[in-house]
């Protein structure tokens, strides 16, 4: 056995800054090549004949079924050996298949090819929750976890704003080639700068020379049933967030009249304001008024999923498109608050040697879940109320989904009562 006490030596703030930057910047990408499909649904649709069924299989089964099914795996890989080499390899094989997007000429040949992107973002986030547990303290972990997750935002926003802008110039197919090759780019400037830190450097735990295995793992997660309250609420809160962010171009076109550029640049303001001031906001509350107490890492993000419904439902129903942009705002933040808080209590409910596998678990049910059901039932019940509703059908499909946000808080609400005894002291 050995043991890791917390140990700030050889690790200066300004190399902690800039391993969290590079790490922004790889989460960009993966988010950048998960939602650019979002905006080109529009002209893959009319290019390839598709319907609304098939582009949300697209934009959400096809990526999350390796994505989920590999990311345990690749996972224990993590909590092994090497998570850099690990996270540089799965940058270069999901910007290749994003790349080899852009060659699709009917839909199956698209759907593998998302099915690579999902394949290679398995690697992609549960080690770098691992990496950044190792870089920053307990006290800091939310609001490190937070700035993180600035990805989801930047990439967000830079993949529709982006897509509907080389798509509206050239065509879809180049904006695939574009982002694709970029992420290549990256991922060698990712391993020559970012050195691997000691497991559990900031931990009091007692680390396993050999690292435990997928049962007992398992068996360290059944003990907590806060943990399995915490990953069906995200789950449910995913349904609703990635349905949302693949449909909202596309609702933005139908609904307003819109061009594929203007709707491409006002969601991606919506998505990259309120994200990034929800995702500080999560962070920031949690590492302030957790420390006091743990349940709060998870009943300051259920009710701002409470406190965004009423937003969303204004947002949708309004056929003013000022009131719609100004009110989607507040519960684009609202709902992104989560992230921060959430990540951190998974990555303290097990020992450090656990973190990435504990994570990836984590990651499987709420992707498997969220991205794999939320884009396709959104897609299918307005091929459903096509008929009735004509163009604002998506209106509809895109109000039925808030109430995954209801069943969320219900579930995060619950699981407060077992924060505190599943915490790993």
Do not use: C
């Not at 650019?36 to 598709?50: H, Q, V």
């Amino acid at each position: 056995m050995k043991s890791f006490s917390p140990d700030n030596q050889g690790e200066l703030p300004g190399n902690r800054a800039y391993v969290l930057f590079i790490l922004v910047v790889v989460y960009t990408f993966n988010f950048i090549d998960r939602q650019i499909i979002g905006i080109l649904a529009i002209p893959i649709k009319a290019d390839l004949g598709l319907t609304d069924t098939q582009l949300g299989l697209m934009g959400g089964l096809a990526f999350a079924l390796f994505y989920t099914a590999l990311g345990i795996p690749v996972a224990m890989l993590a909590d092994r050996f090497n998570r850099t080499w690990i996270m540089t390899a799965a940058l270069a094989l999901w910007s290749l298949m994003t790349a080899a997007s852009g060659l699709a000429t009917n839909f199956w040949q698209l759907f593998l090819a998302r099915m690579g992107v999902g394949i290679g973002e398995a690697g992609g986030v549960a080690p770098a929750y691992s990496l950044i547990s190792d870089f920053f303290p307990p006290n800091q972990r939310a609001r490190a976890l937070s700035i993180y997750s600035f990805g989801i935002p930047i990439g967000g926003a830079l993949g529709i704003v982006f897509g509907g802008v080389i798509a509206t110039l050239i065509d879809w197919r180049t904006a695939f080639f574009i982002v694709g090759i970029a992420g290549v780019a990256i991922a060698p400037i990712f391993k020559l700068t970012v050195k691997e830190p000691p497991r559990g450097r900031y931990d009091r735990q007692r680390i396993n020379t050999t690292p435990p295995g997928l049962s007992t793992i398992f068996k360290t997660l059944l003990r907590k049933p806060g943990f399995w309250l915490i990953s069906m609420g995200a789950s449910f809160s995913s349904m609703m967030g990635y349905g949302l962010f693949f449909w909202l171009p596309s609702f933005f076109v139908r609904s307003f009249d819109m061009t594929l550029l203007n709707a491409s640049l006002i969601f991606g303001a919506v998505y990259f304001t309120g994200g990034i001031v929800g995702l500080w906001a999560g962070g920031w509350l949690t590492d302030r008024f957790g420390q006091m107490n743990r349940s709060r890492y998870v009943t300051i993000p259920a009710a701002a999923f409470v406190l965004a419904v009423p937003f969303y439902v204004l947002a949708i129903l309004s056929t003013n498109l000022t009131l719609t942009v100004l009110s989607l705002v507040t519960p684009m933040a609202l709902g992104l608050m989560w992230l921060g808080p959430v990540i951190s209590v998974i990555q303290h409910l097990v020992r450090p040697d656990m973190r990435a596998t504990a994570s990836a678990i984590f990651l499987f049910i709420i992707n498997l879940i969220g991205i794999g059901l939320g884009t396709v039932l959104i897609g299918a019940l307005s091929d459903t109320l096509q008929v009735q509703y004509g163009d604002d059908a998506l209106r509809y499909s895109i109000l039925a989904g808030t109430g995954f946000y209801i069943l969320a808080s219900a579930l995060f609400f619950a699981a407060a009562r077992w924060i505190e005894r599943d915490w790993e002291n």
